[in-house]
């Protein structure tokens, strides 16, 4: 959890050589004391350094500092001064330390209003450095269940979007719907989310419940889209029926529920995990479209490949 008014950032989104238009603050012993005034900068060698020996824990910025943090990081992206790798890491953890500040929020309706900047930004980086979607999937220091997990699975769905052929507006609905897929999941006591190794029956009862949980929660709110609610709701839907909550199949998912079903899948398949050894990015999809294809739509299936390639030949 965030410390209240404040929110936690990695050092390394402060890389720019422009002053810093808000303070910077520090937790030490549990108490947030000032670190860094507006109107001053850090030196990157310092920052690299701090870096190396943060968890990313320790450095904080106020709440309503919030939209400084996003115009600054958004100057940064269309900054020529870094590589595109460079800001491809930036993005991502400056995403994710705001994500894991709304996330938290009660109001999930101001939640997604707010997270709807980041996914413009995330589209607008992919169009302009279409190479570089594999360095927006990299290892963090946040928690995989609710901030990484959550980012990465918008990211393959907006990959598989583009390669779909979705509009800009679909894009920008399905990366919303694919961030907060597993809403439902903050009503899961964290002991069942966090353990190691296979839940019991009764743990597994009360984990299949997210979905019904999430639309719930969602429904609580005026003027949140069916594509939304279809993404929480849907995810674990399977094509050839028998999935849950509704045991629905093919076209009667919604293409958000039948992305999401695929992207959180294979998410979970290839990320290190606690308990597991992440498998090879083509082998989890082989194995996605052998012995599991009957729960995927075929045809975003096939098309995930072609995401996979692009990674692939990114990274090379």
């Given amino acids: 959890m965030s410390t209240i008014g404040y929110f936690r950032i990695r050092l390394t989104t402060l890389i720019g050589t422009s002053e810093l238009p808000f303070n910077v603050y520090i937790l030490i012993d549990e108490k947030v004391i ?18 190396a020996k943060d968890s990313g824990e320790s450095f904080l910025l106020a709440v309503k500092d919030k939209e400084k943090y996003q115009d600054y990081i958004r100057d940064l992206m269309n900054s020529s001064q870094f590589p595109d790798s460079e800001k491809a890491i930036i993005l991502k953890e400056s995403s994710i330390a705001i994500l894991e500040d709304l996330f938290d929020n009660p109001d999930v309706k101001q939640a997604l209003a707010e997270s709807r900047p980041i996914i413009a930004d ?20 946040h928690d995989f269940y609710t901030y990484n997990h959550s980012f990465d699975v918008s990211i393959y769905s907006l990959g598989l979007g583009q390669t779909l052929g979705f509009s800009k507006t679909e894009l920008e609905e399905l990366g919303l719907s694919s961030l907060y897929h ?3 999941k903050r009503l899961v006591p964290l002991e069942i989310l966090c353990k190691k190794g296979s839940l019991d029956d009764n743990e597994w009862v009360q984990m299949r419940m ?10 609580e709110y005026d003027n949140i889209s069916d594509a939304i609610k279809a993404a929480c709701y849907e995810h674990h839907e399977s094509w050839a029926g028998g999935g849950y909550p509704q045991g629905i199949s093919k076209h009667e998912i919604h293409p958000f529920g039948r992305i999401v079903s695929l992207t959180d899948t294979y998410d979970a398949m290839t990320t290190q995990r606690s308990y597991n050894t992440p498998m090879k990015p083509a082998d989890a999809l082989n194995l996605m479209n052998g012995n599991l294809a009957q729960r995927y739509d075929p045809d975003m299936l096939q098309a995930m490949y072609s995401v996979l390639f692009k990674m692939k030949k990114e990274a090379a």
């Fill in 34 to 51: 000032l670190y860094v005034k507006a109107g001053d900068k850090i030196p990157k060698q310092k920052i690299l350094d701090l870096h």
């Fill in 182 to 184: 597993d809403l439902g």
């Fill in 122 to 141: 995330l589209i607008n980086f992919m169009n302009n450095a279409p190479n570089e979607m594999g360095n927006l999937i990299t290892l963090s220091g």
């Fill in 210 to 219: 997210h979905p019904q949980f999430g639309l719930k929660i969602l429904n």
